[in-house]
């Protein structure tokens, strides 16, 4: 769309959000708003860190179709591989901006938690940095709409291997969980990079991979960091000294929680 930027007229490309229903089985599940793109990977992750699907190989088909700027992902799941109970655990709704939104209590909220697991390699600041540094090149839809989040999967080192966008930072991830899934990688060593603040649902998101490190660009919330613990996922957020940045990391125990 035309802009004008110090009294310069240019062009700005504005991030599409849009309705997206997944469906299971013919039933729906939720309605989510986000950005039309990567959606096969999308509903799989999310199936995934909703604990709906139990495993990846479980859906026999995945539909995607669209009328009238509305998408729907109907997603076909094998019965051994569907866990029907979830299917209630949220409701119709969902926004991109909080994963919280559509958990009608907080008894859902406790019970969608995956089972915790132990992360026993250190990924290194400098394999950290680098990963916060590769990732714009990795944000096609970020470079032109300056408006959209992303989720990295680096390897030990720090190299960038995949990335996923969306206007919503925990679409970003069930995509690239998604994504993971698809090519058989969710076990594998590495850790996740993400342009947002560190919320509990990114912790609880980025649990269902063998991420060894959730590192984003701004702190953790209290929540976050009581998940982090509970899960088994390290966090760590950068902080900018003059003209470089450090790495923070967040050791729990050592905390003291502020409710000001």
């Known amino acids: 769309m035309p802009i004008t930027i110090g009294g310069t007229e240019g062009t700005w490309d504005i991030a599409a959000e849009v309705p997206v229903q997944v469906t299971v089985n013919g039933a729906p599940f939720t309605v989510m708003l986000a950005t039309p793109a990567d959606l096969e990977d999308l509903a799989r992750g999310l199936l995934l860190t909703e604990q709906v699907l139990t495993r990846p190989d479980g859906i026999e088909r995945l539909d995607v179709t669209g009328w009238l ?40 909220l406790h019970g969608r938690r995956p089972v915790s697991r132990e992360a026993c390699i250190n990924v290194s600041d400098d394999a950290v940095l680098r990963g916060l540094r590769e990732m ?9 709409s300056h408006s959209v989040h992303a989720a990295a999967w ?6 960038v291997l995949l990335v996923r966008e969306d206007v ?11 994504a993971l899934a ?13 342009s947002s603040r560190c919320s509990y649902e990114l912790v609880y998101k980025t649990s269902v991979t063998n ?43 050592s905390l003291k929680f502020s409710t000001e």
């Open 211 to 253: 991420a060894q490190l959730l590192a984003t660009i701004s702190a953790p919330t209290t929540m976050a960091l009581q998940w982090s613990t509970a899960l088994g996922v390290p966090l760590a957020s950068t902080l900018r000294r003059g003209d470089r940045f450090e790495v923070v990391r967040f050791p729990v125990s």
């Open 69 to 108: 700027g509305d998408l729907q992902i109907a997603v076909h799941i094998t019965p051994e591989a569907l866990r029907t109970e979830r299917l209630g655990a949220r409701s119709v709704l969902g926004n991109s901006g909080c994963g919280a939104c559509g958990v009608e209590s907080l008894a859902q």
């Open 154 to 159: 680096c390897d030990m080192s720090g190299e």
């Open 136 to 144: 714009p090149a990795h944000q096609p839809l970020n470079a032109t």
């Open 168 to 178: 919503g930072r925990h679409n970003a991830l069930d995509k690239l969980v998604g």
């Open 182 to 194: 698809e090519a058989n990688r969710l076990h594998e060593p590495g850790f996740v990079v993400m």
